[in-house]
């Protein structure tokens, strides 16, 4: 159930409202936005009277949740969520986020100098893998704490944030210290308990779709975290798997206004995940960006073609540079900037 607050209700009255719903067996989530307090109850609603609800002061409005995701659903902030970072980075509003770097982190020399061209190309994010999820347990696994340590230092030289994905939950602890956005990839969607894991902390999760996942699955799973209190949550559009065989995945350009009108979480594209291709990369960025995504996350390199891992799909620097100055012309098509 979402109930509504009046523009002008006091907190005593939020408050009296939060201990109704409790009393009644459900636990309740608030959200503030520029114009009113939301409420949402999770738990047994279905036979309760809302009446009762509608009928306390401050009460604007009370209704039910149709959708079975009640806290990713825009309902409870339709306004939409906005994803604040420690250096002023907002992630979910006007601006166009831009996260870039290597599949895999695998030297010093090569993370420092794309943090270097990523700040300079107008970048906000230095992405890359510490723990990498490879389908041979022969390909290279990724570098562990040593490479997020050289991340960390990498983005801190260069006013940088850091995004690194997370396989497991004894890997949260390690490296809260190092990363400013956890990122879980399309095999660990559905991984409920990593992901209730992830919503007792306040770093913000990107949660990526899985390679089979329905929107409102990735939806489900989001919930998740939510449900969990961490409400810094940020969906990632990175391709499915489909019967095309032309593409490495087939990114659903269109999952991204889906998502705008179902939920009011920010939404990621990745498309280099979602196609595998350099060549298509590009233009899928741009075409995310014209659809309505909140940020871009891209894989770039030193030396691309001699990348260790998913050299096929990553962009040469000089790339980077060039993507980066069609989006800006696409950003402002679309009333954004970058």
């Known amino acids: 159930m979402i109930v509504a607050m009046q523009e002008k209700a006091t907190e005593e009255q939020i408050d009296n409202v939060i201990d109704a719903m409790v009393e009644a067996g459900v636990s309740v989530h608030r959200t503030t936005g520029a114009i009113q307090t939301i409420l949402a109850g999770v738990g047994p609603t279905a036979s309760l009277d809302l009446s009762k609800f509608e009928l306390l002061p401050g009460v604007l409005h009370v209704h039910r949740i149709s959708s079975p995701y009640k806290l990713a659903g825009r309902s409870f902030r339709p306004e939409g969520t906005v994803v604040e970072f420690r250096n002023g980075v907002k992630l979910g509003g006007e601006r166009v986020v831009v996260m870039a770097g290597p599949c895999s982190i695998e030297n010093r020399a090569q993370i420092f100098e794309t943090a270097e ?15 990498k999820p490879r389908s041979s347990p022969y390909a ?48 660990n969607m559905q991984n409920f308990n990593l992901l209730r894991e992830l919503g007792l902390v306040r770093t913000p999760i990107l949660l990526k779709r899985g390679i089979a996942a329905t929107i409102e699955e990735m939806l489900l799973s989001a919930e998740y975290i939510l449900s969990g209190g961490n409400y810094n949550v940020i969906l990632c559009e990175r391709g499915i798997r489909t019967y095309e065989t032309a593409t490495r995945n087939t990114m659903d350009i269109s999952a991204i206004p889906v998502v705008k009108k179902l939920s009011h979480l920010p939404i990621v594209g990745d498309p280099s995940h979602g196609t595998g291709r350099r060549d298509m990369v590009a233009p899928m960025a741009r075409a995310a960006v014209a659809a309505g995504a909140d940020a871009i996350l891209v894989e770039v390199h030193p030396n691309a073609d001699k990348a260790a891992s998913d050299a096929a799909q ?3 620097l000089d790339q980077f540079d060039k993507l980066m100055s069609e989006l800006r012309v696409i950003a402002a098509a679309v009333g954004r900037t970058l």
């Open 314 to 316: 990553t962009l040469y």
């Open 140 to 187: 290279f696994q990724g570098m562990g704490i040593p490479g997020l340590e050289l991340m960390r230092e990498a983005a801190d030289a260069y006013g940088l944030l850091v995004i690194s994905e997370v396989m497991e939950i004894s890997q949260i602890e390690p490296m809260l210290p190092y990363v400013d956005c956890f990122q879980v990839g399309a095999r």
């Open 117 to 131: 061209r990523v700040k300079a190309a107008g970048g906000s994010f230095l992405r890359g893998g510490a723990f």
